[in-house]
């Protein structure tokens, strides 16, 4: 059963950066799609990047977000820089099987992290 735990979270000013992690047991990040979606309150949960036989990310966080991998600490990351305040929401780091495709909904996805909170004051 794999398992995820994000962390990295806090409260940060506009134009700030924050690294998000999500730590990986119970299997090799290597071998998952690994993405990142996040949920303001009172909206649905949107995808933000992958990384998987490629990386992807949603157009409003392209060229300030990055996502990149470990393999020896078995842990994925979001790089978050120039950040603005319609960033504010809660991550989640999620794995689906195999890298065979990117995905990019919530569907698509086996396992969830708890999530970690991005606040963004402007």
């Known amino acids: 059963q794999v398992q995820l735990v994000e962390s990295g979270g806090g409260l940060v000013q506009a134009g700030g950066s924050l690294r998000l992690s999500c730590a990986v047991s119970?299997?090799?990040?290597?071998?998952?799609?690994m993405g990142w979606f996040r949920q303001a309150p009172g909206k649905e949960r949107e995808f933000v990047a992958v990384i998987s036989w490629k990386t992807y990310y949603r157009d409003s966080v392209k060229g300030r977000f990055s996502i990149s991998e470990d393999n020896v600490k078995n842990t994925v990351y979001l790089q978050m820089n120039s950040l603005k305040s319609e960033d504010t929401a809660v991550y989640y780091c999620?794995?689906?099987?195999?890298?065979?495709?990117?995905?990019?909904?919530?569907?698509?996805?086996?396992?969830w992290g708890q999530g970690t909170q991005v606040t963004v004051s402007s």
């Open positions: 119970g299997g090799a990040a290597s071998s998952y799609a």
């Open positions: 999620a794995a689906r099987h195999y890298r065979t495709s990117v995905p990019v909904t919530p569907e698509e996805y086996n396992y």
